[in-house]
């Protein structure tokens, strides 16, 4: 069983539209992060919360506690925000945990 | 400017040989990790560091080793004895453990 769940695994989407996408998790948390992978394997951190809602431009990040589940939103969505997105949360123990990423796709 | 650079970003090797993979960093960082990330998977922790001079085991440390003698400098060395060497590795740092962390490019090693 894996701590860090995503879904969907794969989305395709049209330029313009509004993306969702989902991380749940077994853990308790220390904190939860968002991290973005492109193409070519680097790797940005989107966010970092702990609780309530972030937003960063057109990407929001909000995370539940108590039903321990998080969701990235992408308003406007543009193809250069095709890449693989990843959930990653750092339990209370100092242990690290990773979903194995959302391939997100955005065509012209 | 301030980041985190790993080299080369692409590395070969014959299978039986010890590589070690750079990984420096100038953002006054403390924490410091390497990760392992293989098609269609997650990314896997090796080892970890909090600060200079220690570190810590991840969930897949056997077969590599690691350093931390200067708070900028983090290398991994694969081991002959890691039988599934051929991946893509990851570093990482943070200005504490498990805080937001900033990713290097990565490389890339291929033994055969």
């Given at each position: 069983?894996?701590?860090?769940?995503?879904?969907?695994?794969?989305?395709?989407?049209?330029?313009?539209?509004?993306?969702?996408?989902?991380?749940?998790?077994s853990?308790?948390?220390?904190?939860?992060?968002?991290?973005?992978?492109?193409?070519?394997?680097?790797?940005?951190?989107?966010?970092?919360?702990?609780?309530?809602?972030?937003?960063?431009?057109?990407?929001?990040?909000?995370?539940?506690?108590?039903?321990?589940?998080?969701?990235?939103?992408?308003?406007?969505?543009?193809?250069?925000?095709?890449?693989?997105?990843?959930?990653?949360?750092?339990?209370?123990?100092?242990?690290?945990?990773?979903?194995?990423?959302?391939?997100?796709?955005?065509?012209? | 400017?301030?980041?985190?650079?790993?080299?080369?970003?692409?590395?070969?090797?014959?299978?039986?040989?010890?590589?070690?993979?750079?990984?420096?960093?100038?953002?006054?960082?403390?924490?410091?990790?390497?990760?392992?990330?293989?098609?269609?998977?997650?990314?896997?922790?090796?080892?970890?560091?909090?600060?200079?001079?220690?570190?810590?085991?991840?969930?897949?440390?056997?077969?590599?080793?690691?350093?931390?003698?200067k708070?900028?400098?983090?290398?991994?060395?694969?081991?002959?004895?890691?039988?599934?060497?051929?991946a893509?590795?990851?570093?990482?740092?943070?200005?504490?453990?498990?805080?937001?962390?900033?990713?290097?490019?990565?490389?890339?090693?291929?033994?055969?």
């Open positions: 069983k894996n701590e860090v769940e995503q879904s969907p695994q794969n989305l395709t989407a049209q330029e313009g539209e509004f993306i969702t996408i989902n991380c749940s998790y853990v308790g948390i220390s904190a939860l992060h968002w991290l973005q992978q492109h193409p070519g394997g680097g790797i940005v951190s989107l966010f970092m919360l702990s609780s309530g809602k972030k937003k960063h431009g057109r990407l929001i990040a909000t995370i539940n506690i108590q039903e321990k589940h998080s969701s990235l939103h992408i308003t406007a969505s543009h193809p250069r925000d095709s890449a693989v997105y990843i959930c990653a949360v750092a339990n209370t123990g100092n242990q690290f945990y990773f979903g194995t990423g959302t391939s997100l796709t955005v065509i012209p | 400017d301030g980041g985190i650079t790993q080299s080369p970003k692409y590395l070969f090797r014959k299978e039986g040989q010890n590589v070690t993979l750079s990984c420096e960093q100038n953002l006054n960082h403390d924490a410091m990790y390497w990760y392992r990330q293989d098609p269609g998977q997650g990314l896997r922790l090796i080892y970890y560091s909090q600060i200079v001079n220690d570190f810590q085991k991840g969930d897949i440390a056997e077969g590599y080793s690691v350093s931390r003698e708070k900028e400098s983090f290398p991994l060395t694969v081991t002959s004895a890691q039988k599934n060497p051929t893509f590795y990851l570093c990482a740092s943070s200005i504490a453990l498990y805080y937001e962390q900033y990713f290097g490019p990565g490389t890339r090693l291929t033994v055969t």
